[in-house]
């Protein structure tokens, strides 16, 4: 089946792609946002999803059901200055219950129809420590791009596991040997439920270096000024739990029996 619709055939220069789907603190689906805003991307094509999503229900809408909606799946594309290359954004609404492997090979067919030759997704990368601002960290399909990334202030953290298809699509594209790259922003893991701009900002800040793209980051900037202290705030609290948790008052400890006796012997 051929499962890509292409609504008009734009003309591209050297596209990259960057892929996006749901994640911890929708980071990967909010920095693909960002651009398409910010950069004027245009839609040009979509992936029929039945095969890949099963509906659980409907609407309705004066008394009158609707009939299923799916999630969206389409790309953009952003044209970019003489001398840069264009981007192709795939946004993938939600993640796919169903065939999630075939989904990334279909993503890639299009990706080769359309003369990509890399790959970028982007996620966040969960710590256990509180975090002001991200670092950013990065993973690629093979050693010659983690050499070029060094070049663009990211952190190589060696072994880790990127969940869900903005992980598994750069293992489809390594398969097929295709460069990919993933770019991750440092999220704790006390706020993986809740957005954070503070790695959507780091993330682009990086995805702007590594296209050689003046992108106005001055939106992100402030909302991840006011997430940090809301991230402060949060820690602080979640500290005062565990010490409470774990944390006993002396004086409602018991006395251990030798230290009673000693005091005994010592009276």
């Known amino acids: 089946m051929d499962y890509l619709d292409i609504h008009h055939s734009p003309r591209f220069k050297k596209p990259v792609m960057l892929a996006a789907w749901p994640g911890v603190s929708n980071v990967a689906l909010d920095v693909a946002a960002y651009l398409r805003e910010k950069l004027g991307a245009k839609e040009f094509a979509e992936i029929e999803p039945t095969d890949f999503f099963t509906p ?43 065939n999630q492997y075939d989904l990334a090979h279909v993503i890639l067919d299009a990706a080769e129809k359309f003369k990509v030759k890399r790959i970028y997704t982007c996620a966040a990368a969960l710590v256990q420590h509180s975090v002001e601002k991200s670092r950013v960290l990065a993973a690629a399909t093979d050693d010659k791009l983690i050499t070029e990334l060094k070049k663009y202030d990211v952190t190589l953290a060696g072994n880790f596991q990127i969940r869900g298809l903005n992980g598994l699509l750069l293992g489809a594209a390594k398969e097929r040997q295709m460069e990919g790259i993933c770019i991750l922003g440092e999220t704790p893991q006390y706020a993986a439920e809740i957005p954070n701009p503070i790695a959507c900002y780091a993330v682009l800040g990086a995805l702007s270096r590594i296209f050689n793209l003046e992108l106005d980051l001055s939106d992100i900037a402030k909302e991840a000024e006011q997430t940090a202290i809301i991230m402060k705030s949060l820690s602080q609290e979640l500290m005062v739990k565990y010490i409470d948790h774990f944390t006993q008052p002396i004086w409602e400890r018991n006395p251990r029996e030798e230290d009673y006796d000693e005091d005994y012997d010592e009276d």
């Open 56 to 98: 659980v229900g409907i609407q309705v809408q004066n008394n009158v059901v609707q009939v299923p909606v799916f999630p969206e799946n389409k790309f953009y594309l952003i044209k970019t200055p003489k001398g840069k290359s264009d981007i192709i954004i795939f946004y993938g609404e939600a993640q796919p219950d169903q």
